[in-house]
């Protein structure tokens, strides 16, 4: 199926439409997925708005699965491009497509929405104070968090995990039995996912922010159900321009003072839970983790701040200095109307998941520490040691700049807006409308050299011209 046109130039686009009546998104896994050197995917909804990442050649993989992240509406458009004189043919075979309610809610046969605002009313926003002696920690550990689409229905939470070498290995720790009837390889990640108007406990709604930073695809380097631990691997790097984190962590399997979880509850956006008990290590039938008490289990009345819910499996616990510690396994904490219900959650102990078992396949300490420095901290790496230079006009951001591969467009203002991207002589390379969220212009088949990006305000006619730099 789908509809080939052939460009002036002799690149081709092939485009076609999946349906899925009443769905709010949808998602696409593939089972047999290869694009040859120099094209590119890319999937959207039917009117523009919401456009996930480009998907290149650094997505191959020899099994040729992946999975991508969810698309609003009940449209999916997806497009391939190829230019001239591309050598080989893509792959491009769909073995199943995730049909949605809510943002998160990702089966018809789960019984319950999930999404923005359906986690319960007692949760607070992970921008809401929660102390002053762990709000400062709390705004870079954020970064590490991301919601998982399972690509089976289900989601979990997981983190960037930061390793001895402090070389951005990305990869990603969550809990091991999120790997139930799923494949990491059809896993996709959604980072930064923050609401920019928190609610704290009070009952209102939670703002949206159209971000997408998002990843598809990894690759399972360790797991064990001894501490319900599951690291992967994804596929391809986190790009430099992402303000992300890789969160650090104590092995040392030390009692925390206090202790921290951030997580997705229920698909919803980043929320934030705080326990001043001190978690206490127990035995929960041959699992070894940390118990925040409450109800009938251990000493402790639960969380003084928020609870976890269905989706925050796998997020991780951060002790007193904001070091990770461990990852949610399971729990009796909910909502209670503005209140938590005072139970109990337990997590994984990293401790544990450090050399737990005799195969690199079992423990985490072969991964994160794989020249045997010996540390038992490693703090909290940041992606970006700066913020990335962008022209900011209202809520518009450029990045990268100098760029090799992509222009990332950041649009969370301006509903119709154009744009003209013109070599230094004027010649027109690309033009188009972009979308009020992130938008990509590929630049990977131009030489390097200066070049201009004309932004128009279509509703007022107002528009500014930046300088790129592109730098292979």
């Known amino acids: 199926g789908g509809l080939w046109t052939v460009l002036p130039d002799g690149g081709r686009i092939w485009q076609a439409t999946i349906q899925s009546a009443g769905a709010l998104n949808l998602s696409v896994n593939f089972d047999d997925f290869y694009l040859p050197k120099g094209s590119r995917l890319q999937l959207y909804n039917d009117d523009h708005t919401d456009i996930i ?29 190829q230019p001239p004189r591309t050598k080989g043919s893509p792959r491009l075979n769909i073995e199943s497509v995730i049909h949605g309610y809510r943002m998160g809610k990702v089966n018809v046969l789960v019984d319950r929405n999930r999404g923005l605002n359906d986690s319960g009313e007692c949760n607070y926003d992970v921008n809401c104070p929660i102390g002053n002696d762990f709000d400062q920690k709390k705004d870079l550990v954020k970064k590490a968090v991301a919601l998982l689409n399972l690509g089976n229905g289900h ?15 990305p990869y990603l720790l969550t809990a091991n039995h999120c790997l139930e009837n799923s494949n990491p390889a059809l896993w996709s990640a959604r980072f930064n996912w923050v609401s920019p108007t928190p609610v704290c406990a009070s009952g209102g709604d939670s703002g949206d922010l159209q ?28 790009p430099e321009s992402w303000d992300v984190a890789f969160a650090g962590w104590d092995n040392s399997d030390a009692n925390p003072q206090f202790e921290v979880g951030i997580h997705h509850p229920n698909g919803d956006i980043m929320k934030i839970c705080r326990d001043d008990s001190g978690a206490q290590k127990v035995d929960a039938n041959g699992t070894q983790t940390w118990l925040i008490g409450g109800g009938t289990h251990g000493s ?15 997020s991780p616990l951060f002790d007193q200095n904001g070091r990770l510690i461990g990852q949610l396994y399971a729990g009796q904490s909910a909502c209670n109307g503005l209140e ?6 337990i997590y994984g102990r990293f401790g544990i998941s450090w050399n737990s078992g005799n195969a690199p396949e079992t423990r985490l300490k072969d991964w994160l520490d794989p020249t045997n420095i010996g540390h038992t901290t490693v703090e909290t790496l940041q992606n970006l040691l700066n913020t990335p230079d962008f022209q900011l006009i209202g809520e518009l951001k450029i990045y990268p700049n100098p760029a090799s591969t992509l222009i990332t467009v950041m649009n969370n203002r301006y509903p119709h807006l154009s744009y003209v991207f013109s070599n230094a002589v004027g010649q027109r390379i690309h033009s188009g409308s972009l979308s009020n969220t992130m938008n990509t212009i590929a630049v990977d088949d131009l030489s390097e050299g200066i070049y201009f990006l004309r932004l128009v305000d279509e509703d007022t006619k107002d528009s500014i011209t930046k300088k790129i730099i592109i730098k292979k």
Do not use: H
Not at 211 to 238: C, H, M, Q, W, Y
Not at 300 to 314: A, D, Y
């Open 53 to 81: 990442s480009t998907f290149t050649n650094n997505q191959n993989r020899d099994e040729g699965q992946l999975g991508t992240w969810f698309v609003e509406g009940d449209i999916i458009w997806v497009e391939y491009y």
């Open 155 to 169: 989601l979990c939470s997981a983190s960037l995990i930061n390793n001895a070498l402090n070389d951005k290995t």
């Open 211 to 238: 971000t997408n930073f998002t990843v598809s695809g990894a690759e399972l380097r360790a797991k064990n159900s001894l501490s319900d631990f599951a690291l992967v691997e994804l596929f391809n790097p986190i």
């Open 300 to 314: 402790g009345n639960g969380w003084e701040i928020g609870t976890t819910e269905s989706g925050s499996s796998g």
């Open 340 to 345: 938590n219900n005072n139970d109990y959650d």
